[in-house]
């Protein structure tokens, strides 16, 4: 990654400061598009709703890694934060894309940030990236259209790769940071029918596989952000009780409960779920440094 030139969007959110620390700790020149007034020489102000992107900040770059959207799973599904999740992964990859396309020097990949809610629940069925889409709003109208604004890029000459990306582990956010609390009170418990698969990755494995694929020109489309062995969100809650040393409750949240509390995002991110692998992944030579639950919850705690 040595003297490279990558523009980051998203890069103070979790995935984004870790991939921009380990880009920069190999050498890489990394420019951040930020949404407020620039504070460093690294950084460059976009404005996704307004479509405004300074195309000489994009020019002669080696690579664009776009991971801005708004959270989906950090506040209740009201209609208007649905309408903002949709909006702002919409809209900034189409900004970013019209100004790449009229590039004359364009980078030669585009990393554009997506999620495995693109196949819907999968119930037992284990998929991989050649499984289409599956119904309901993650899939339907957030991941599709969401995918569908990387295509005039792809047609420009530009290589395109979709990250759908599952649960991170960290120790630093995400989803696990919300569970910690609860766990360390040993009040831990699955979840619904506990029989839903969560398809999780450390976010070591996720920089490192970002990282393989800017590296690697043959990649491109759809890519499986995600361990190569998914678990069942009872298998999920023993391992992280054990990893922590506590004791998890033997009856589940009960859906109801879990949809009074937190609204509609119970129901596609938490009771339901997706059986991925990262067939892609693995096909292109990348190695896993965790490839289980167990190892991977000791390393990120």
Request: hydrophobic share 45%; glycine share 12%; net charge neutral.
């Amino acid at each position: 990654m040595a003297d490279m030139t990558i523009i980051v969007t998203g890069s103070s959110g979790l995935l984004g400061s870790a991939l921009v620390k380990s880009l920069r700790n190999d050498g890489a020149r990394v420019v951040r598009l930020v949404r407020r007034a620039p504070r460093d020489d690294d950084e460059s102000c976009w404005d996704p709703a307004k479509g405004v992107v300074d195309p000489a900040v994009l020019e002669g770059a080696e690579a664009v890694v776009h991971l801005a959207g708004a959270g989906i799973g950090d506040r209740r599904w009201s209609d208007e934060h649905k309408r903002e999740v949709v909006r702002s992964r919409v809209e900034g990859t189409r900004t970013l894309v019209g100004a790449l396309t009229a590039l004359a020097a364009r980078p030669a990949a585009l990393l554009s940030g997506s999620a495995i809610g693109f196949y819907g629940d999968t119930g037992d069925l284990a998929v991989d990236e050649s499984a289409p889409a599956g119904t309901g709003f993650l899939a339907q109208e957030v991941v599709v259209p969401w995918e569908a604004e990387t295509a005039p890029a792809e047609e420009a000459g530009i290589r395109v790769v979709r990250l759908r990306t599952g649960l991170v582990l960290s120790g630093q956010g995400g989803m696990l940071s919300r569970l910690l609390p609860v766990f360390k009170l040993g009040l831990g418990a699955p979840l619904g029918s506990g029989r839903q698969y969560w398809s999780w990755i450390s976010i070591d494995d996720w920089v490192l596989a970002v990282r393989h694929i800017l590296k690697n020109p043959e990649i491109s489309g759809p890519v499986n952000l995600t361990a190569p062995e998914p678990v069942t969100n009872a298998e999920f809650t023993k391992a992280l009780g054990a990893a922590l040393h506590r004791p998890t409750m033997p009856i589940a949240v009960p859906g109801f409960a879990l949809r009074t509390v937190i609204g509609g995002f119970a129901e596609e991110g938490v009771l339901t779920g997706q059986r991925v692998l990262p067939r892609r992944l693995l096909e292109s030579g990348y190695t896993f440094r965790h490839t289980h639950l167990n190892e991977a919850l000791a390393a990120v705690l």
